[in-house]
DNA sequence: TCGACACTAAACAAAG
DNA sequence: TCTTTGTTTAGTGTCG
């Protein structure tokens, strides 16, 4: 026995070590459910991980010979695969070409399946990627045909043609340019998307695979040509009104980012020759002018464009530099274009980031204030088990202060379990250690609404060491469980418990050995740990009898089996009261629940009021309680507070109240 | 202020 | 001998 559990725990010293180092929590969790730092489990998730990774690697690499083998082929006719096309005749013939390179021929795909070096995801993704390439090759097909149409047109136009004929020109091929900017941002999402899987990596130096021809495509320089003839032709005011929608046209990426800087770059009198980089230099001008001494593209002597970190000595070689490795060329704005992707995700990100958060904030909130009545019970909750030392926490032991900002939150407690997380959460800054009477009584739910979040955040959890054993081996299928595997349990389930080993095992063994809910039982592997549930709800009484009041309240309203008042009534309805009957329901033994409540309720009546003998915890709950106390409570004008708090923290479903009011921790039941 | 409780730390013993 | 397990004691902080 001995020796099993003493491998056990050193696989959980090393679990440990892992999680202190912020190691793959996954291994370290199967490590220690396994009870085994090298669990199977643990072993296989990050094998897979890693597995994925190199397919991955492999697959963009194979992805990335084959297309560039197919770009070779293709476009050596053509031309360079580099992309200084400038020359607006090659204008079009080049954005096809490039095009046409990335997708992938079907022999092409046969060969990446084959060496299956792609996941089905992986796949999956880059047929989507291919879907969308051939789309917007049919595009720049049309585009094509438009641009020749556009031509006939303005041969027309040149001919006396009138010009609104060519606004109507102008505006089809805005509309046709509007489509093509959907195409591109849905391509640019997909790319992210293929980015964000490691399946596509864009380096600045090199062309962005769909971007480029989507640059070229959207920002030719035989159609700003086009576009300046026409405009020329056209009065100022009809210029400026379309300017916006060149701009749109030949910028999308700049544009719907930055409409303003995008006006001025792609200005339409600016761009000659297609040689848009001209006007980068009014750009640069201008936010050099804002910020003579910045620019948020130099930093430390590096240009900080994005792949580039180029060494600039000073500002004006960082401006040189910049004028020339980065104007405004397709390869500028395809990663132009994907910065803003890049922006515009993280934007996203934030944004829900901060609605979570204001929702957290928001829910935490009313739960703190809207009990005003029972703050305290949720601070008490909170800051329940983990004590003040641990506030304190210097690095080394458990540091935290239970009731760090960093608590849980849980948005999702709702439900059953006693202990909201939300409650636990709002306890957080709370330093206070929980009484146990609003001990809270971990549920399973608790736990697992809250179990990703102490998995891998170090937060102490807002419960008592008696609390989280009891859970432990209530959670185990035979309500029983060694020393060690309740140390796996903790180091498991908390990610606090991963560290300080020494600390936390020792007050695990300590609250074994001192409170009497937890029996040694000698079984054929060693020696295991049962919770009594009648001496856990014993312990109670006493704790509660710190609130008195409360305890009156308890028994008040339920010795008579009265209907609570309504006060109680709306605390508990606002305060998942459902508690009990989910919670403890879970419980097979509910009837032992019940009466390990009695038994709270009778220590505490006893502990209030010293007459009542009868209230033993053997003696099943409704008899011990009724009769017993109630009466002589009388309801004290605290009492409002006090079921609101016990409310809160504990659990109370309408149907149990009386049982136990004030347990805090007691219902394990509800774990299930 | 006091009692109760929880937590931490430590010492000690027994067993494997 | 070392490690683990289990018990006990002491000190401290929090809460009611």
Not at 292 to 304: D, E, F, N, R, T
Request: charged share 15%; glycine share 4%; proline share 7%.
């Amino acid at each position: 026995m001995m020796q099993e559990s003493g491998t056990e725990t050193k696989s959980n010293g090393s679990a440990i070590q892992n999680g202190s180092s912020g190691g793959n929590h996954l291994l370290e969790c199967g490590g220690l459910r396994e009870g085994r730092p090298n669990g199977e489990t643990p072993a296989v998730d990050v094998g897979a991980a890693d597995l994925a990774h190199v397919q991955q690697q492999q697959a963009l690499q194979v992805a990335r010979q084959l297309l560039l083998q197919q770009q070779q082929q293709q476009v050596s006719g053509l031309k360079s695969p580099k992309r200084n096309d400038k020359q607006p005749a090659l204008q079009v013939p080049v954005s096809v070409a490039m095009m046409t390179p990335q997708v992938i021929t079907p022999q092409q795909m046969q060969q990446i399946l084959q060496q299956q070096v792609l996941s089905p995801q992986q796949l999956q993704v880059l047929l989507q990627q291919q879907q969308a390439l051939m789309l917007q090759q049919q595009l720049q097909e049309f585009y094509k045909k438009q641009q020749e149409q556009l031509q006939l047109q303005l041969l027309q136009q040149h001919a006396g043609k009138q010009p609104k004929e060519q606004q109507q020109v102008a505006t089809q091929q805005l509309a046709f340019q509007q489509q093509l900017l959907q195409m591109q941002q849905l391509q640019q999402q997909h790319l992210l998307s293929l980015q964000r899987q490691g399946l596509l990596t864009i380096q600045p130096g090199q062309p962005a695979l769909p971007l480029q021809p989507l640059a070229q495509g959207m920002i030719p320089t035989e159609l700003q040509q086009l576009w300046k003839e026409v405009t020329s032709a056209h009065t100022t005011e009809e210029t400026t009104g379309n300017n916006h929608s060149s701009l749109d046209l030949t910028t999308t990426c700049v544009s719907s980012s930055a409409p303003s800087k995008t006006s001025l770059i792609m200005n339409p009198h600016a761009s000659t020759n297609g040689q848009l980089s001209v006007h980068t230099p009014k750009r640069e001008s201008l936010s050099h002018e804002e910020h003579p001494h910045s620019h948020p593209l130099y930093g430390h002597g590096v240009c900080k464009w994005p792949g580039c970190e180029a060494v600039c000595e000073d500002f004006q070689s960082f401006l040189k530099h910049l004028n020339s490795e980065h104007a405004l060329d397709d390869r500028s704005t395809a990663q132009c274009r994907v910065q803003m992707q890049v922006v515009q995700q993280l934007e996203l990100q934030l944004a829900k980031d901060k609605e979570r958060l204001q929702a957290m904030m928001t829910h935490l909130h009313v739960k703190s204030t809207e009990p005003k009545t029972a703050p305290q019970p949720l601070n008490l909750v909170s800051s329940v088990t983990l004590s003040k030392s641990a506030s304190e926490a210097s690095p080394q032991s458990l540091p935290h202060t239970p009731t760090t900002p960093t608590a849980p939150i849980t948005p999702v407690t709702q439900g059953p379990s006693v202990i909201t997380t939300t409650s636990m959460h709002t306890v957080g800054p709370i330093r206070r250690r929980y009484s146990d009477k609003y001990n809270v009584p971990i549920s399973s739910a608790d736990i697992a609404q809250n179990q990703e979040f102490y998995k891998n955040a170090e937060v102490r959890p807002p419960f008592t060491y008696a609390s989280l054993i009891r859970q432990a081996i209530l959670e185990s299928p035979e309500k029983q469980l060694t020393l060690n595997e309740i140390y796996n349990w903790f180091t498991r389930m908390f990610a606090y418990f991963r560290r300080n080993a020494a600390t936390w095992k020792n007050a695990v063994r300590h609250n074994l050995s001192l409170h009497k809910c937890f029996v040694r039982v000698e079984n054929v592997k060693g020696a295991v740990w049962t919770v009594d549930e009648v001496e856990f709800q014993k312990r109670r009484p006493q704790k509660i009898s710190g609130n008195p009041s409360l305890i009156k309240n308890m028994q008040t309203s339920h010795a008579y089996c009265t209907p609570l008042n309504a006060a109680l009534q709306a605390s508990m309805a606002e305060n998942s009261i459902p508690l009990y009957t989910t919670a403890s329901m879970g419980n097979p033994t509910l009837g032992n629940l019940a009466s390990a409540i009695r038994e709270e309720l009778n220590g505490a009546m006893e502990h209030t009021n010293s007459n009542e003998s009868d209230s033993s915890p053997g003696r099943s709950p409704m008899q011990a309680v009724h009769p017993v106390h109630v009466k002589e409570e009388p309801l004290d004008p605290e009492e409002a507070e006090g079921p609101l708090s016990l409310v809160t923290t504990a659990n109370h479903s309408p149907d149990f109240d009386h049982d136990r009011d004030y347990e805090d921790e007691p219902v394990h039941e509800d774990v299930e």
